[in-house]
């Protein structure tokens, strides 16, 4: 594994040597294979440049110590330098200390200043381990609810179905969870994005889940023709092909006509006053986006900073729009609450946003600019992704007191009883891609997990919602560590695992499958690896045909079995899992053979993200095989 230092600028010497730099790029990676993949000096060239490197050491940003991250009894040695100051609790106490900070600090985010500095330090203290019941055994359903239609819905899933499977789920069936697909916003124009992982905003939810007919005041006299667009709405529930555009434009349509009669509710005023100038900043980005009909980067310079008098100045000359997106959030926060009644909701947090919406135009000093993330070429992805995600900076983040990552959590874990982080390695390290270049010339970037995990640690905690870590692929055997010391649950697929469901670990989450891998029917009968080929994709077709086999074997299938049958089959093989919680793909439960979502294809080519099931809810719940897969998995001991 030879590794060398080329030139990269006239002034600059790029080390590709085994350390990892001051700004936290790795000069290299090692593949599933331990072969060593050495980062170019182009590549390290180009991700200091979307950085904003221009100091010569990223400690130097935002000072000596813009942000401490403590456990309760932790003595910082930086603070051994200094003999005294003064704690300003998050309560509004305040503690002094001479020499170490107090072990006995509550668990918070508390102000540290010391005695002749200038400015303050954010102090956060962490319990340093997430909420996890010592009791919690349980199953539910993964589903992606724009999946999810009943015979009312109007063309996509709503929160209105989302009650109607948690209730399913938990009362007949003995579920514990749900699993739902982001339900983050997409930008409020068409076309409609339609990958939930590529969300113009992690924080703020999608008004396509409002159900329109279960507001206050729908009726025909406050929404002109209601019954008619119903109707309308109702008929495209006959394609499987989901019409985003369409329902939005319907949806809208309704939503603009309640809000004009909308009398006001003491609920909306606390609700706005407690989401405070975030979701007003929000707000007021889906009322310029919507008059511009675009994302930020194509608006007229004096609105692409969110701090520019001309933003205040837009926020208060169209107070009415701004208020009508706050009020989206308000129905769209009260109705998820509704759903939530019945079972646990694990939302999924996704590893981006889309560069051109509301999170991205708000935290855009704290973004890299010309890098976007993804991963490099694996064995299930020959060609690497890039997932067109502009990541965080690291020292950025750290400089603003990790106030993005901590907002993004606390939003995530919302009426939710637990939080599934996809792709939870990037909390450790994202692999990122110059803007130009292929997935294969990236390099990943570290970031400082301790404090991430902290944080992760405290708004668990504080949500009493338990946390899992997709931790597919190359992980570290460090990172691992960590994850389970802070109670963070693994993740373990049957289509991965070399060991029988037996051996998984306990403190695991158990599941077949993913929405970015086959289906059970799509692996079994063959399709997903011809749809594969249709689309011009490298597939690895020795490991899927080792799937398959081991498969065949392990969950003793015979020649005669349906594909229900082998559905079935593959389940009560998955129940033998120790672990924590199981779940069982809502797909696999209506014998579905298109996976959700096929990584390195385009919407033009393949429907991703936008296939309805085959059957509406209604029929689904009166079918066989949810049952099977039910009996299969109900846990003893089981706790939501």
Known sequence: ?????????????????????????????????????????????????????????????????????????????????????????????????????????????????????????????????????????TWGWAMQLYATRSSKSWGIGDLRDLETVAKWAGEDLGAGMLLLNPLSTACPFTPQQASPYYPSSRRFFNPLWICVESMAGANEENVPGLEAQAAAAQRLNQQRRIDRDRVFTLKMKCLNSLWAHFPGDPAFTKFCHEQGADLDRFATFCALAEQHQSGWHAWPEPYRHPSAQAVAQYAGDHRQRVDFHKWLQWTLDTQLAQASRHVALMQDLPIGVDPDGADAWAWQDVMAQGASVG?????????????????????????????PFIQTLRAAFRHGGGLRIDHVMGLFRLYWIPQEMSPKDGAYVRYNADEMLAIVALESQRARAYVVGEDLGTVEDEAREKLANHCILSYRLLWFEKEHPARYPVDALAAITTHDLPTVAGLWTGSDLARQHELALTPNEDGIGEIHRRLDQTAELNPHDSVEDVIAKAYQLLAAAPSRIVTAALDDAAAVEERPNIPATLEDRNPNWSLALPVPIEDLMRAELPGRIARALRRSGESS
């Open 375 to 403: 991963a490099p070429p694996d064995e299930f992805n020959t060609q690497g992704q890039n997932w067109g995600l502009p990541p965080f900076v690291p020292h950025k983040l750290r400089g603003c007191g990790y106030q």
């Open 1 to 137: 594994m030879a590794r060398t230092s080329k030139q990269a600028t006239p002034n600059e010497e790029i080390d590709v040597g085994k350390t990892t730099d001051s700004w936290g790029i790795d000069p290299g990676y090692e593949d599933v294979q331990k072969q060593w993949h050495s980062a170019s000096a182009e590549t390290l060239t180009a991700i200091r440049r979307a950085m904003g490197a221009v100091e010569k050491d990223a400690r130097d940003y935002g000072g000596e110590q813009p942000v401490v991250v403590i456990e309760p009894g932790t003595v910082r040695q930086e603070a051994n330098s200094r003999r005294r100051g003064s704690i300003q609790l998050e309560t509004g106490g305040t503690v002094d200390f001479e020499t170490n900070l107090p072990a006995n600090l509550p668990a918070g985010y508390h102000r540290l200043s010391y005695d002749g500095a200038d400015q303050e330090t954010p102090l956060i203290v962490s319990p340093g381990e997430c909420y996890l019941p010592r009791d919690l055994k």
